[in-house]
């Protein structure tokens, strides 16, 4: 079947009997057109199925009215972000587009550039970036960054108390009673993944509990490092009581490396989580975790972005902010006393 063709703005002059500079200025909501005239237009607009090109439309106007929402992936944590936003955006007059970088090899760092480059000023208003490698971009349009890898003082940055999420975890097993704890470590790179470690390390360190090297293995944000590196930690003769996964998604894979050892679940292992993502909370039993409000960090960004984008010609542009939202834990079945 092929595909049907978009009208051009020529057929919608023809069928409305006008001429394509007054289709213009009905779609450009410009003065010169008696209203019958424009009726009949936008009549024919909404009949043929017309949309006007989004790069046709900021060469004319210098904006587009969508909002983008640029993500290195499309994984549990930069959807639910994208559901914030969406919150946010839904009613204002805005679009939202959501853009994949889906990196190939060697181009995981600086990624956001060469996308921002392709489609600020022609295609989006503005970005909400969730995790970039990167902060220190120049771009035409305004940006806000969720959870970057690191902050960077002129940039707005929305991101949650990830030093407090992670003394959180290790309290909460340390009260279950446990004290041989394995530790999944995030991404290297990450900022937050670095903070969790450092609140989950200092938990241990104010409870007299020595945090062993052996037991912080490699989890890297992936479930698949998770997998291979859970197996290893649960195999051993001396193996941890309790092991504490970076995010959920690895969390996950941790749990199911012990299934498949038979290993009772909580009894013999506990198992907590960070980020709380929809899939946590549906699995058996339910995994602990600490929640981190994922979803409002996106509509806290997409506030913050069109505040920018909406601000009256000529005002001072508001100094970057930096909103750090509460961490909490979410206790459900994964977790319990030794």
Request: glycine share 8%; with cysteine.
């Amino acid at each position: 079947m092929t595909p049907s063709r978009r009208p051009t703005i020529r057929e919608v002059a023809l069928e409305a009997g006008v001429s394509v500079a007054t289709v213009s200025k009905v779609l450009n909501n410009r003065y010169g057109v008696a209203e019958a005239t424009a009726e009949r237009v936008r009549a024919v607009v909404d009949d043929l199925g017309y949309e006007s090109s989004l790069v046709a439309r900021s060469l004319r106007t210098q904006q587009t009215n969508v909002i983008g929402v640029l993500v290195a992936d499309l994984e549990p944590f930069s959807a639910e972000v994208l559901k914030g936003v969406a919150d946010v955006v839904r009613g204002t007059g805005y679009e939202l587009v959501a853009y994949a970088a889906a990196s190939r090899v060697g181009e995981h760092i600086g990624w956001e550039r060469r996308h921002l480059s392709r489609l600020g000023g022609t295609l989006i208003d503005g970005a909400v970036m969730v995790t970039p490698t990167v902060t220190d971009i120049s771009t035409s349009v305004p940006i806000v960054a969720v959870d970057p890898h690191a902050g960077h003082p002129g940039l707005p940055v929305v991101d949650a108390d990830n030093l407090n999420g992670g003394h959180l975890a290790a309290e909460h097993l340390l009260d279950l009673g446990h004290r041989r704890i394995a530790m999944l470590t995030g991404r290297a790179d990450l900022m937050s993944a670095q903070l969790r470690e450092q609140g989950f390390r200092a938990a241990l360190g104010e409870a007299g509990i020595p945090a062993a090297d052996q037991l912080f293995v490699p989890g890297d944000y992936d479930p698949d490092v998770a997998e291979k590196n859970a197996y290893e930690l649960l195999t051993r003769p001396d193996r941890p009581t309790a092991i504490f996964a970076a995010n959920d998604a690895t969390a996950l894979a941790t749990l199911e490396v012990a299934r498949r050892l038979g290993i009772d679940l909580p009894g013999a292992l506990s198992v907590i989580g960070f980020d709380n993502i929809p899939d946590g909370a549906m699995c058996t039993p339910g995994l602990t975790t600490v929640e981190q409000p994922i979803r409002e960090m996106g509509r806290r960004a997409a506030k913050l972005l069109l505040d920018r984008l909406t601000a009256e010609p000529g005002t001072e542009e508001a100094p970057a902010e930096h909103i750090r939202l509460d961490t909490r834990l979410v206790v459900r079945g994964t977790t319990a006393h030794v």
